[in-house]
């Protein structure tokens, strides 16, 4: 468990916007606290706050969420889990479905960052920091996230430069990407693509390869930012170190041009 207290501290006596103290605690992503204070679900010292981007001091200032005291966190954990298919990427399922946070031993009360959907596996991340979460997820930071993709057969010329460029889904085009071959069987039967996004629409990479009459037989996440999977097991997780946390924290507060640049 990695102490990333003290960069909160720094801010402790400053009025910084409830969202993100909510979010730092833990609470749920950003955008999540702020359908919570909207929904009129958070108070400060009482009294009901409604407003977003209402500034507070966490050092003096009393948080409640549903009535219930909001504890500002002394550290916080950051975990990287090999997903394996069939678990779903949120902290618990209506349906009973098994969870990411079923599979990862830890006290705290962990949240995934982005998802994988039940039939994709691969590196997923997960944390209580729900500022570092804001970042790697916000479409405007555009972090990268690369995946593996089986599809069932060779990837035209034509449908790579579509995928690079972008293709339409729901109205709207998707953002440039890198496609790559990686390997093939003899008869082209099927094919192994690297596919590197800087966006994270539900089901894309699915989706895409379905508008180019392709299926995607398997998906697997290898790396996000910095952050490689490597040879962690199926199903299996591990603590990042210090310098991993601080390299995704730093590679999340890059500009778009200084990602293509690294």
Known sequence: MFSGFL????????PIRLQKVLAQAGIASRRACEALILAGRVAVNGQIVQVLGTQIDPAHDILTVDAKPVQLPTNFTYLLLNKPVGVVSTANDPQGRPTVVDLVAAA???FPIGRLDAKSEGLLLLTDD???TYRLTHPKFQVEKEYHALLDRELAPEAQRLWRTGVRL????TAP?????????AEG????VKIVLREGRKRQIRDMARVLGYTVLRLIRVREGPLLLGNLPVGQWRTLSQEEVQA???????????HRDE
Do not use: K
Not at 170 to 173: I, S
Not at 189 to 192: D, L, T
């Open 177 to 185: 990407a890198q496609v790559a071959t990686l390997t093939q069987d």
């Open 7 to 14: 960069g909160f501290f720094n801010v402790m006596n400053n």
């Open 130 to 132: 729900g500022d570092l």
């Open 108 to 110: 705290a009360r962990l």
């Open 189 to 192: 039967g099927w094919v192994w």
């Open 248 to 258: 995704l924290q730093a590679h999340s507060l890059l500009s778009p041009a200084q």
């Open 170 to 173: 729901a109205g709207q085009r």
